[in-house]
């Protein structure tokens, strides 16, 4: 008996504290951000230099003979993803690997109005996947300020926009499940990344993932079934807001004449840095003139003193012919972890010397183990 007056007063105070629907916190985030939120499509041209396969057949059963020469052939290549307008005049920050500057790609934007304008990219950075695009609009656009960032708690609720597999302005909620964790995708290591159970599909890549009130916790990257191809659920990772504002102010500045571009980290900067390396492409004739029987590599034009490359024997005129597990044909072809290479992280270097012994000149292979400065 003594518990119903306790259970009366309880259903009361729920009753005043239900909330309708449009007065919920992440109802009102989402009215906030989504206006913000755009739906990128890029379409590139692919072209590709094909022999024709009659070319190939008669060479093989005829000897050849009746050459048509190469084929041209263009593909398409379509793309999806999303973005963020960060200022009224039309800036938009999205992922790299959906307005990837190789590929040249024609970039479209649709806003949540429906309005479509053609995007330029100005800057892009394919070790931090992040790139600025932007529309000329006669209006100013509705845009999220970087100004103020989530706390980025664990455990709070957290919302994903964008526009996955094509579905134009969708949201989907979840929790900040976790914080600095590191993704491999391919030949790219992302570190400091955020992990959300929030459902992050292929389309949400640019898009922002926002807390409760509307305020940026980062920019959705990537799913890990999709990254590591395995059938695994309610794992997405996003890029820090602090990052992604950063990077923002930094390539504006930029884009507007504010701040000189800083120096491009090639692979062959990095190897200098981080081995006191000096290499250079070696194409096949200059490889036949050096001795290396049109071996194609990096070759050593330079040792810095007292280098790791130095110390492990390493010696001008000598051919790198592979790092780790990959081929070194040339700087350009270098996967991206090169130019992430920190102290301490070792590397198998494979390279030919090229020995002359009377009129002859024999080749020697050997691998060496350099450690990163």
Known sequence: MTALPWLLAFLACGSVLAVPPQ????????EKVRPA??????????????RDPRDIFFER?????????????????????????VRADGYIVTNQHVANRETNPRIRVTLVNGKDYEAVLLRDDDLQDLALIKVDAKEPLPFLSLEKLSPNLLGQTVLVLGNPIGYENSVSAGILSAKDRTLTIGDLTMEGLLQTDAAINPGNSGGPLVDA?????????????????????????AIPGERVKRWVEEAIAIVEGKMKPPPERSAGVALREKFGLELKDCNPNESL???????VGLLVTGVEKGSPAAEAGIQQGMLVVGLGQIPA?????????????????QVVVTVLGAMKQGSFIALRSGTVTLKAR
């Not at 007065?23 to 989402?30: D, G, H, L, Q």
Request: charged share 20%; net charge positive; proline share 4%.
């Open 213 to 237: 009130e509307g305020d940026l916790v980062g920019l959705s990257s990537a799913k890990m079934s999709v990254a590591q191809n395995l059938p695994v659920e309610s794992i997405g990772f």
């Open 289 to 295: 003139q050096l001795g290396y029987q049109g071996r």
């Open 23 to 30: 007065e919920e916190p992440i109802v009102k985030a989402v």
């Open 61 to 85: 059963y005829f000897g050849g003979g009746m050459s048509r020469g190469n084929r041209i052939l263009q593909t398409p290549l379509r793309n999806l993803g999303s973005g963020l307008i």
């Open 329 to 345: 044909r040339t700087l350009e072809e270098l996967p991206r972890k090169v130019r992430q290479l920190k102290g301490g992280e």
């Open 37 to 50: 939120v755009v739906n990128i499509y890029t379409e590139a041209v692919v072209t590709q230099e094909v």
